[in-house]
């Protein structure tokens, strides 16, 4: 006897392992849709943000230098600092012996002196001779010649008077002050060595100010300007942030194998690759607004993102 087959219903026939199956694969595919498709948008949104706030690690935190030279020569009595010493404006950086300046110093107080005796005598000579010109009693060459001698010695004073105060001068200079507050680099000189004039023996870096030199691509300099919101971060402290503003874009750099431009004319910007051609970069200077004096060094490598556009005026 036969049995009859039980019909297949709708559920059964869609809980099938094919349809299961072919549901599995369907949904793999919109998720690897929607994962492209974000993926595509957040590069598309990060190149964005990177197109229109340029940032670069190729920058250096700077400070201004000044080399520390003397306006006079002559052999160091004293050194007061030590290399990297913090100083303020006005101390005392080193002495140099003033004996030298010294004795040229007395020596043209003394020449004034006997100046002034003189001129004091041919005054009075030209004082007793004036009135004896009209009775016959002298010449008139004795009283030209009187009244010339006068004239001579008070031009000869005003030339020993101009020496003492040169000499004052450069018996100040004898000690050698900061012109600004910073910190002493590179001294390596000790008392009892002969000095120049004009001859920097070593250098004082202004810490009251630091800046960052930021090498951005010709590209990107288009989205920046005078004025432009930027965010600093050094290695040295990459949690940290300090904001500063463009004070200007460079305008020049050497090209590379020219050798028609002076030395020092304009800057020189290293390319990454020498076989590839790259883009030119050139210098931007952001001011920091807010720097840290324990963090900040000169040559300090540091990473610029220019935030946004030049304020309006």
Not at 69 to 89: M, S, T, Y
Not at 229 to 237: F, G, K, N, Q
Request: hydrophobic share 45%; proline share 6%.
């Amino acid at each position: 006897m036969h049995q009859s087959a039980t019909p297949l219903n709708k559920d059964s026939v869609a809980s099938s392992p094919t349809v299961d199956l072919e549901r599995h694969k369907f949904a793999r595919k919109i998720v690897a849709l929607i994962v492209v498709a974000g993926a595509v948008l957040i590069t598309l949104y990060v190149w964005g943000i990177v197109e229109r706030h340029p940032r670069t690690d190729d920058a250096a935190a700077r400070a201004n230098v000044v080399g520390i030279a003397p306006r006079v020569a002559g052999q160091i009595l004293n050194i007061n600092v030590q290399d990297n010493q913090l100083v303020k404006k006005g101390d005392v950086l080193f002495e140099i012996d003033p004996e030298d300046y010294k004795l040229i110093l007395e020596k043209a107080k003394a020449e004034l002196a006997a100046l002034d005796r003189q001129i004091e005598q041919a005054q009075s000579t030209l004082q007793r001779l004036e009135p004896l010109l009209p009775k016959k009693f002298a010449t008139a060459e004795n009283v030209d010649e009187a009244r010339t001698k006068v004239t001579t010695l008070q031009a000869q004073r005003v030339g020993v008077v101009a020496t003492i105060n040169l000499e004052e001068l450069h018996l100040s200079y004898c000690k050698v002050i900061a012109p600004f507050s910073g910190r002493v680099i590179n001294l390596n000189i000790s008392a009892g060595a002969h000095v120049t004039t004009g001859v920097p023996i070593f250098s004082l870096l202004d810490t009251s100010k630091w800046y960052v030199i930021a090498n951005f691509r010709e590209a990107e300099i288009r989205h920046m300007a005078p004025g432009s919101e930027a965010i600093v971060y050094l290695s040295s402290a990459p949690n940290q942030r300090f904001h500063g503003r463009v004070q200007g874009v460079g305008w020049a750099v050497k090209p590379e194998g020219e050798i028609d431009l002076p030395a020092s004319g304009v800057p020189y910007v290293k390319r990454e690759l020498n076989w590839v051609r790259v883009a030119q970069r050139f210098p931007v200077r952001i001011e920091v607004e807010n720097p840290d004096q324990d963090l900040f060094r000169m040559g300090a490598s540091a990473v610029a993102i220019i935030k946004g556009p030049a304020p309006r005026k």
